[in-house]
């Protein structure tokens, strides 16, 4: 049985809020002693750094805080073998989109993943086909949080891209990162 079977899809694994750092780690191990890495490509649990606040104030530390409680990422290839794994793994609650009765759960879609994986940081070439210059786009993330605007160009090589927004009633060409835009 080889991957060529399926293709690699993203799927939510349900795990104990609290828990997920431990349930991946606990996923991981077994991909490697299992030998389904060419089953299994990403466990990954949505973090992003913030600061840590007193008094209302940032402090100048930082913390890690999980975007999805709960949640933990999975890219694989569904197979009966790489199911059974991920599912009776210790701390694996479930898989969102699983209705049962030996039903293999639904993918996340990419429109669904694609900002999950920008706000970690994670890029990848496949999400730039889905961009055209003239989409309309949200800034997700930086000091621009919240900005709409078109896309003017992007350039795949850095992941520049300049969008057209309004700024005090004028058309504003601003600057940012392929990451930091989803479209609308």
């Not at 991946?24 to 299992?34: F, V």
């Not at 930086?142 to 160009?153: A, N």
Request: hydrophobic share 35%.
């Amino acid at each position: 049985m080889g991957p060529e079977l399926g293709k690699k899809q993203w799927y939510i694994v349900t795990a104990y809020s609290g828990h997920e750092n431990k349930v991946a780690e606990n996923l991981k191990t077994r991909i490697s002693r299992m030998n389904l890495s060419d089953y299994i490509f990403k466990v990954l649990v949505a973090e992003q750094e913030v600061p840590i606040l007193k008094d209302g104030l940032p402090t100048g530390k930082t913390k890690m805080k999980n975007l999805y409680p709960g949640y933990i990422f999975v890219e694989m290839i569904m197979t009966d073998e790489s199911w059974f794994m991920v599912r009776n793994t210790p701390g694996v609650t479930g898989i969102a989109g699983s209705s049962g009765g030996g039903q293999k759960p639904t993918p996340v879609t990419r429109e669904e993943i694609e900002p999950v994986l920008k706000r970690m940081g994670i890029i990848d070439i496949t999400m730039y086909d889905r961009y055209n210059v003239g989409d309309l786009v949200k800034v997700i993330h930086g000091p621009l949080e919240g900005t709409e605007g078109h896309i003017l160009s992007i350039d795949k090589e850095t992941g520049a891209c300049r969008v057209e927004t309004v700024f005090f009633g004028r058309p504003t060409p601003v600057d940012v990162e392929f990451g930091e835009i989803e479209k609308i």
